[in-house]
DNA sequence: CGGCAATGATAAACCGGTCTAGTGAACGGA
DNA sequence: TCCGTTCACTAGACCGGTTTATCATTGCCG
């Protein structure tokens, strides 16, 4: 028999296709003997939904669907998306949930995808991830009205839910240890301007320069690239008045910068601190290792996961999840100024 | 109207649903005229297909499944996996094929994954991945008779297609360039002994050594963690007669390799050559930078797709895809022997 | 002009589930 | 005893497409 499906199992089991049903998905209906023998059979049989058949009456698709909207060729060496990815799928697959992926090259790529998943009912939610400053995809999934979670928010983002963590406060908490330091020439390799944690930071490092009366702090954007980062770097060590620390957005500029800095004669730490706003291996197998910004990006997509399936669960009820602020892991790039 | 159907389209045009649904497919049934008129229909209402409703009548998923054995925490950290999966879907979207990602614990669960995909009709094909010697799950997507391509083949996979790089050559290459530079003395650090690639490499090493009287050639095998490969360099340097060039396996592995060696106090290319034998911007950011055996792994991704719907389109056509064999980048981290 | 094939279209079955309305039997209360 | 309720279960519609069998019309050929 190829496949077998609820009739065999009703057939054998001597009842309706109904029954069947309501045995195998636990609803009233059916009496416990009954049940167990229909289970009984489906086991016997190895019996297996239909995915299809089950979303054409209307019910789940048991898949949330994720795009990244950058060039697919640059993607692979940014570890934290990767970490994310685990993160998301350890928690999905625990409740059987698949991951629908596409990498597509722009925001617009990204929203016609959404439009074609969710009318062809493939994905029963979307997380949205990189959220811009008035970012069109928001309008877009309310307007689908279908279950979002926004990775990396809070911002203005009405009804949909979210899970951020607190760029903010890690900024400060990075800017007063470096000013403890003696550090007040304080840059800011960041990445793209156009994202909303970008904003977060750079504004977070105005304040603190604000309050701490530190002149020349600054924040210099690229687009998230290790070239561009050192290309930024090289701006940076060439001017007068150098800056005597650094703070990266990723960990793969503060690498890329570390690179330029040696190449310039600049030595690190002694006179020049590096901080990296996101800490993984890369950082701790340079050498010097870095100072950076540390946060558990695996628990973090575990999180936006189960933001996710409480949403699936209840879209109603729409929240704001904020996770663990980013600690500071003290390494061998950062040291008291010289003065 | 929520959502419309083509029974709607058949209405508003005034023809059945068989006459929509051959227009809508460019099957032969209908007149140019009617199929225009369909289509000026469908356009209007912006109808888009449901895909439950094709699947059921054993139409495409239009999908391809993609598991991954490896604990999900260590996934994040290798870059290798990220740029594959870019390719992968760079080429598919260009045809609108999603894929289904799933990160698993091992090989048992991987194999529950694909019986419940196929069965549930959620995949049109499999991308299997690390092959391993005598690998379960050949038999079990040949017993599914679903497509399927083996990643990183070839090795005793039937009838499955695979693709593959000459991973003996590009070793041989590697010990090649060692030798002429003086080296005798010549360690691997591999990856799992299971793997396939990790065997072809090893026996290369071995088959090289014995052609060019290499004393002490020997692989290490460990998991690809960078704690691993960083307790096998250990190990190496620390015994007598210690190597004088050691190829690891990722580039990963190599920088890490390269951190012990500094701590060790043993001079990177000085005293110790490092060949990694994958490339990625960790490779060139590190100092010294790693001479590397290169490949683009994102165009292996691309071509491992492109075979997938080769197959998909014949499935009784299978074939062994030899793609660019990984070339030797010299850098910084290999230099002629002392002596 | 008759027979046959090709064309354009339709109606209905079908895929494999879910779900609702309905049925018969058992049970309980007055 | 009789009615109402609950319980266990069945029959069949339904979801939105694809596909097959069928039919009418037209055109072509001998």
Known sequence: MQRPTIADIARQAGVSKGAVSFALNGRPGVSEATRARILRVAEEINWRPHSAARALGGARADAVGLVIARPARTLGVEPFFAR??????????????????????????????????????????????????????????????????????????GRVSSVWADDRAAMLSAVEYLAVLGHTRIAHVSGLPEFQHTQRRSRALRDAATRLTLPRARSLHTDFSDAQGAAATRKLLAGAGRPTAIIYDSDLMAVAGLGVALEMGVAVPHDLSIISFDDSVLAQLTHPSLTALSRDTYRFGVQAAQAMMAVLADPTKTKNHKTETPRLIARESTSPTRS
Do not use: C, N
């Open 84 to 157: 994310l990815l685990s993160g998301l799928q350890a928690e999905f697959s625990s409740q059987s949930i698949a991951l629908h992926l596409m990498i597509v090259e722009d925001t617009r790529a990204e929203i016609e995808i959404y439009r074609s998943w969710v009318s062809e009912r493939r994905v029963d939610g979307l997380m949205l991830i990189d959220l811009k400053v008035r970012d069109p995809r928001i309008a877009v999934v309310e307007q689908l009205k279908i279950p979002a979670v926004v990775v990396g928010g809070p911002g203005r983002h």
